[in-house]
């Protein structure tokens, strides 16, 4: 179901579409948040819900406005995302877990896991990730055009590698977009996700 109702102005789409994920890039500063390094797995899902009006618009009903994938072992940990920005690169980013829920970037976060994936699985994510090193920000949103992609889109793909639809099928059809997209609560309410850590 579509986190947006009948009753939403047409303007709360065009600014999930123009600005979807994007963090607000502003000087907050506030102490990050104590990450429990010993509890994550790579394959993980990382949620965030940015500091921005458009973050809410897109978590209206699910609470995280951009999806990332944690890759790494032992007490080294990536999270990798794409993001729109006005400031560097849209290529995906493959940042720290400190970096990716700064408060600067988030007011609060989630680490999910689909459980049972192994070390195969795992790597086969991973290696995925690191193909996608030259993708750019798809401002489009289309799910057809894989040169180009958005944050749920990376994390779509990069569990499709493995045979897994971390979004049930669920897509959405927004005005302005050509093709329908994925949300962020898509993913968070898959079934088969447990909690490792919130915030």
């Not at 994510?125 to 894989?146: A, G, P, Q």
């Amino acid at each position: 179901m579509s986190i947006f109702t009948l009753n939403k102005s047409c303007i709360l789409f065009i600014l999930l579409l123009i600005t979807s994920c994007r963090s607000d890039g502003n000087d907050y500063v506030a102490t990050p948040p104590e990450i429990p390094i010993y509890n994550l797995r790579s394959g993980d899902i990382a949620f965030r819900l940015g500091r921005t009006l458009e973050s809410r618009v897109i978590a209206t009903e699910g609470g995280y406005s951009h999806v990332g994938i944690i890759i790494g072992k032992d007490s080294t940990f990536q999270v990798v995302h794409i993001e729109p920005s006005r400031d560097d690169s849209e290529l995906t980013k493959y940042e720290s877990l400190e970096r990716f829920f700064h408060p600067q970037n988030a007011t609060s976060g989630a680490v999910m896991r689909i459980e049972g994936l192994n070390s195969e699985q795992q790597a086969i994510v991973e290696n995925y990730l690191f193909s996608c090193n030259n993708i750019s920000f798809d401002h489009e949103y289309k799910l057809s055009d894989t040169t180009q992609m958005y944050c749920t889109e990376l994390a779509f793909r990069a569990f499709s590698e493995i045979g897994i639809d971390i979004t049930d099928g669920t897509r959405h059809r927004v005005p302005l977009a050509q093709e329908e997209v994925i949300l962020p609560t898509d993913i968070f309410r898959n079934d088969r996700l447990v909690e490792i850590w919130r915030y």
